[in-house]
């Protein structure tokens, strides 16, 4: 198949960009770099542009011979999204349904989206499966649940097949060392970790610890970026085999609290880091886990590289060999 990878250049685009190609289909990335990074497109053709330009859209979809889209880029930052509500909608929402527009023109049927474990907001049931309420907490989780919630009326009315994989916390770095993740500003805890640990940031900053969890940090379940590329090829293949549209959640089923991510990093890194509590951040619900027996059930899924350990370990190794991450290039 032919491919449009939207943010592409970014963290989880970039390792489902090498996946894909790898095993075999042909990937055109669009990406307007404002997050994302050229040098983390490596085997496959960038185009620079908006999401927002439907024009863009529509010839590249029809002259690539586009058969499937995989929408990664968004505004995808929690706190970012308390403060700037709009861009989110803007990005997020607009954006995504100028994408589904252009590909209702040409005529594009497979569409993956990228979702995510913060449409669920507080939980009433552990782990958490896709039928639980969904009632975010934050603006980022509202924008994806309202293109989530627009994907089966567009099933109904155009026959546009899709599959939206909610990702819990995607972490770690392509096992091969040559994608990692790098974000700027930087505002994950296992990159900010890592930067403590290599003298670039003072200390780790624990946001709350007042959290109702075992001990008062919040506990997220993270999943490796390798192992969520791989889910992508999965629901592709499933479109293309032609089951019904589906949502499905990424995550390990195991829960982590920030000082246990910590902990293990310390280990990892063989030294003890200078940590310091901080408040809340706005936004944060105290526990995301995810249940993701649907998707092993009915796609076959299988984490390959997923504890904490071999998370923390693989992004260790990006980043000692990348201290400047993608920038120095
Ligand atoms: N976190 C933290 N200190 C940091 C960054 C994050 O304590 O410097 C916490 C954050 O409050 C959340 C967890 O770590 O509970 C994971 O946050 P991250 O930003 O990595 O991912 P998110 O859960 O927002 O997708």
């Given at each position: 198949m032919?491919i449009?990878i939207?943010?592409?250049?970014?963290?989880?685009g970039?390792?489902?960009?090498?996946k894909?190609v790898?095993?075999?289909?042909q990937?055109?990335v669009?990406?307007?770099?404002s997050?994302?990074?050229?040098?983390a497109?490596?085997?496959?053709?960038l185009?620079?542009?908006?999401?927002?330009?439907?024009r863009l859209?529509?010839e590249?979809?029809?002259?690539e011979?586009?058969?499937a889209v995989?929408?990664f880029?968004?505004?995808s930052?929690?706190g970012?999204?308390m403060?700037?509500?709009?861009d989110y909608y803007?990005n997020?929402v607009?954006g995504s349904?100028?994408?589904?527009?252009?590909?209702?023109?040409?005529?594009?049927p497979y569409?993956?989206?990228?979702s995510?474990?913060a449409?669920?907001?507080?939980?009433?049931?552990?782990?958490?499966p896709?039928?639980h309420?969904?009632?975010?907490t934050?603006?980022?989780?509202?924008?994806?649940?309202?293109?989530?919630?627009?994907l089966?009326?567009?099933?109904?009315?155009?026959?546009?097949?899709?599959i939206s994989l909610?990702?819990?916390?995607a972490?770690g770095?392509?096992p091969e060392?040559?994608?990692?993740e790098?974000?700027?500003?930087e505002?994950?805890?296992?990159?900010l970790?890592l930067?403590?640990?290599?003298g670039?940031?003072?200390?780790?900053?624990?946001?709350?610890?007042?959290?109702?969890?075992?001990?008062g940090?919040?506990?997220?379940d993270?999943?490796?970026v390798t192992d969520l590329a791989?889910?992508h090829?999965l629901?592709?293949?499933a479109?293309a085999?032609?089951?019904v549209p589906s949502?499905?959640n990424?995550?390990?089923g195991?829960g982590?609290?920030v000082?246990e991510?910590?902990?293990?990093?310390?280990?990892?890194?063989?030294?003890?880091?200078?940590k310091?509590f901080t408040k809340r951040r706005?936004g944060?619900?105290?526990?995301?886990?995810?249940?993701a027996?649907?998707?092993?059930r009915?796609l076959?899924?299988?984490?390959?590289y997923?504890d904490?350990?071999?998370?923390i370990e693989t992004?260790?190794?990006?980043?000692?060999?990348?201290?400047l991450?993608?920038a120095?290039?």
């Amino acid at each position: 198949m032919h491919i449009l990878i939207t943010g592409g250049a970014g963290y989880i685009g970039s390792h489902t960009v090498k996946k894909l190609v790898k095993t075999g289909h042909q990937v055109t990335v669009l990406d307007n770099l404002s997050k994302g990074w050229r040098a983390a497109v490596t085997n496959a053709r960038l185009v620079e542009g908006e999401l927002a330009n439907q024009r863009l859209l529509c010839e590249l979809l029809q002259a690539e011979k586009i058969n499937a889209v995989m929408h990664f880029a968004a505004s995808s930052l929690v706190g970012e999204s308390m403060q700037c509500p709009a861009d989110y909608y803007a990005n997020n929402v607009t954006g995504s349904l100028i994408l589904l527009e252009a590909m209702r023109e040409v005529g594009v049927p497979y569409f993956v989206f990228s979702s995510t474990a913060a449409v669920y907001g507080e939980l009433v049931e552990i782990p958490i499966p896709e039928d639980h309420p969904t009632i975010p907490t934050n603006p980022y989780g509202a924008t994806k649940l309202a293109l989530e919630e627009a994907l089966p009326w567009y099933y109904q009315a155009y026959g546009l097949r899709y599959i939206s994989l909610r990702y819990f916390n995607a972490a770690g770095a392509d096992p091969e060392g040559e994608l990692g993740e790098d974000h700027d500003p930087e505002t994950h805890l296992i990159p900010l970790v890592l930067k403590t640990a290599l003298g670039q940031a003072a200390e780790v900053k624990i946001f709350g610890r007042d959290y109702p969890t075992p001990d008062g940090t919040c506990v997220r379940d993270y999943i490796h970026v390798t192992d969520l590329a791989q889910a992508h090829i999965l629901a592709l293949e499933a479109l293309a085999g032609g089951v019904v549209p589906s949502i499905y959640n990424l995550g390990n089923g195991n829960g982590y609290s920030v000082l246990e991510v910590v902990q293990t990093a310390e280990k990892v890194v063989g030294k003890l880091l200078p940590k310091a509590f901080t408040k809340r951040r706005a936004g944060d619900p105290a526990i995301l886990v995810a249940s993701a027996e649907r998707i092993k059930r009915e796609l076959h899924w299988k984490p390959c590289y997923s504890d904490l350990q071999t998370i923390i370990e693989t992004a260790w190794r990006w980043h000692q060999k990348n201290p400047l991450g993608y920038a120095k290039y």
